[in-house]
Structures are given as structure tokens and as C-alpha cells.
């Protein structure tokens, strides 16, 4: 949760240095959003590629652990679209702020070029407000669900901040699923928000 909130901070100090119009010029002047997207997707890319275990894991891959990126992927859509029905933004903007799956870095700034600040703004907070609901909950959805339920709950953040809680209240045996479950939203993420974002 402290890597949510220092994420948090720095937008909030970004959005009131804007606000007071107190930002080097230069980061007004110039789209450089883009150039830290290319960033994040080579440090996404090398740190898929760098990952010793990977060919491991993907070896060792049964196909009903597919079934729970799937699950997610189903029902955030699902959850998205019916919120639509309830806010002033359309069923495509709120599915492109659900195929974030709490990956609030990489998803926001994607929705940010695409739809403008605003839906950034909301998409990350929505993934983050996802990410701190996992990581406060995985007990009592564990209890009450099972263990498939914090993991679907958690999204791309499986593999990272939301594994420690996992793993304590799922059972160490549920690591492996929740971080190959990461790693298939961590990819798809780029290619959903993109799809929606251009309906």
C-alpha cells in the first residue's frame, strides 16, 4: 500500500504545481507523457524478458490456470459496464478505466493520450482505489469467497504488491496461479485500454 500512496502523492503534487502554473515550462510545452510510455513499456518489456523463471513457469503452465485471468477479465468488464449505466461517461471510457486491471501506471497515461486528463485521472484513481481494496480485503474474501476471489480482486498487481496478502490468507500454493494470472493481464492491459479507447 505504500508504493499506492507514494504514486498517489506525486500526482497530487504534479496536478497542484500544474494547478499553480509553477511546472518547468518545458513539461507544458511538450507531450512528454509519451516519451515516459515508451520508457514504461521497455521497463515492462525487460522486466517480462529478464524474469529467469519465466520459461519455469510458462512450462509448468496448466490451461485451467488461464481460467482465472479469464474470470477477471469477464468480470471487470461486466462490473464496468453496468457502472456506465449510473455515470456521465460512456460504456467504452468506463470499460477502457476497467482494462487497467490496477495497473493505474501504465493504464492512466495510455487513457490520458487517448480520452484526455480527466478519464486519466479517473482511471487512476479507480485502479489504485482497486489495488488498496485488494490488498485491505484478500482476508475476508479469502474467508467468504475462496482464494480465486482476492486474486480476480487484485488484477495485474497479483505478481507484486497484492502477492505478500495473498499468499499469507490463499495458501502459499495459490502463488504461482496469481503471478502467471498477473502476468497475462500485465500484457493484455496495453491492447484492451487501446481497443477501448478508440471505439
Not at 116 to 122: C, D, R, W
Request: glycine fraction near 8%.
Amino acid at each position: 500500500m505504500k508504493g499506492s500512496l507514494i504514486i498517489l502523492l506525486f500526482f497530487c503534487a504534479g496536478a497542484v504545481l500544474g494547478r499553480l502554473d509553477m511546472a518547468p515550462r518545458f513539461l507544458a510545452e511538450r507531450d512528454v507523457t509519451v516519451c515516459a510510455l515508451w520508457a514504461l513499456m521497455f521497463l515492462v518489456g525487460f522486466s517480462v524478458g529478464s524474469n529467469r523463471r519465466l520459461g519455469e513457469l510458462l512450462r509448468g503452465l496448466r490451461p485451467s490456470v488461464l481460467l482465472l485471468p479469464l474470470a477477471t477479465t469477464a468480470g471487470t468488464f461486466a462490473g464496468t459496464a453496468l457502472a456506465s449505466l449510473f455515470l456521465s461517461y460512456s460504456t467504452a471510457e468506463c470499460l477502457a478505466v476497467g482494462a487497467g486491471f490496477a495497473y493505474y501506471s501504465l493504464s492512466s497515461v495510455f487513457i490520458s493520450q487517448y480520452k484526455g486528463a480527466e478519464l486519466g485521472t479517473v482511471a487512476l484513481v479507480a485502479n489504485i482505489a482497486r489495488e488498496m481494496f485488494t490488498l485491505l480485503f484478500t482476508p475476508l474474501l479469502a474467508r467468504l469467497l475462496g482464494p480465486p476471489a482476492p486474486i480476480c480482486c487484485g488484477g495485474a498487481t497479483t505478481m507484486d504488491t497484492t502477492l505478500p496478502v495473498i499468499a499469507r490468507y490463499c495458501g502459499a500454493h495459490w502463488i504461482f496461479a496469481a503471478i502467471v494470472h498477473a502476468m497475462i493481464l500485465d500484457i493484455s492491459v496495453p491492447f484492451w485500454v487501446i481497443f477501448f479507447c478508440t471505439r
